[in-house]
């Protein structure tokens, strides 16, 4: 089932348990804790290869199927799908976090934004003067 995608709930649910005896489980028996992360290694992998082909970009061999008097006509083309750059923020938050990514507060990695206030009064310059 991992090897199909399933996750710890999903097992839980098809063998009419918690997810916490899921968890109880692999704590308890090694070969049950390693059936469940080498099935979920292949399915981690194809996404991680999906995500980073998303986030550069990539292209493929299609075919488009038009009609021409009523027949069928193929045409092959090479399909360009550009880089995601929200694909590209998750790939770099997850592989280079201290870098990438953004704390609680929203801003950077450990980084500080720092606001200057100043009063504005329309019309006059800097000095106090009225403008004319």
């Known amino acids: 089932m991992c090897e199909l995608g399933a996750t710890d709930y999903d097992l839980a649910q098809a063998l009419d348990v918690n997810t916490s005896t899921i968890?109880?489980?692999?704590?308890?028996?090694?070969?049950?804790?390693?059936?469940?992360?080498?099935?979920?290694?292949?399915?981690?992998?194809?996404?991680?290869?999906?995500?980073?082909?998303?986030?550069?970009?990539?292209?493929?061999?299609?075919?488009?199927?038009?009609?021409?008097?009523?027949?069928?006509?193929?045409?092959?083309?090479?399909?360009?799908?550009?880089?995601?750059?929200?694909?590209a923020m998750n790939w770099l938050a997850n592989r280079k976090p201290d870098d990438w990514r953004k704390n609680a507060d929203g801003d950077g990695a450990g980084g500080t934004i720092t606001v200057q206030v100043v009063k504005f009064s329309p019309g006059k310059t800097e000095n106090g003067k009225a403008k004319r």
């Open 23 to 87: 968890w109880r489980w692999q704590s308890e028996h090694d070969a049950f804790c390693n059936a469940v992360r080498l099935g979920k290694e292949e399915p981690d992998r194809r996404v991680e290869r999906s995500l980073y082909q998303r986030a550069v970009g990539y292209t493929y061999n299609a075919t488009k199927v038009m009609q021409y008097e009523g027949a069928p006509v193929y045409a092959d083309y090479v399909e360009h799908v550009p880089p995601d750059p929200g694909a």
